[in-house]
Nanobody, 116 residues
């Protein structure tokens, strides 16, 4: 059973940092990939970062060099460390997990607001 619960969102000033967590109720070892999408008001959901079962990571160009995705299989958790945050990073961030070829599972989302 998959139940993804995000945490760590909030309000931060430009240039600040946040770390998002995505915890699964069970093991994440068997997922082929896990990652984060985000959706800003009036915009489509976009991929932020993804990490494979082999810990290979991929990032959207807009966050490269500022965000870092990682996974801790022992804690059944995926993290998104977000540094040098910008107002345009404001969005609801969603965690997802996928076992190919099935459809991905999603968390409920966590709000990130970057504002002074």
């Amino acid at each position: 059973q998959v139940q993804l619960v995000e945490s760590g969102g909030g309000l931060v000033q430009p240039g600040g940092s946040l770390r998002l967590s995505c915890a699964n109720s069970g093991s994440i070892f068997s997922f082929d990939a896990m990652g984060w999408y985000r959706q800003a008001p009036g915009k489509q959901r976009e991929l932020v970062a993804v990490i494979s079962s082999g810990s290979r990571s991929t990032y959207a160009d807009s966050v490269k060099g500022r965000f870092t995705i990682s996974r801790d299989n022992s804690k059944n958790t995926v993290y998104l460390q977000m540094d040098s945050l910008k107002p345009e990073d404001t969005a609801v961030y969603y965690c997802y997990a996928v076992r190919l070829p099935t459809s991905p599972e999603w968390g409920q989302g966590t709000q990130v607001t970057v504002s002074s």
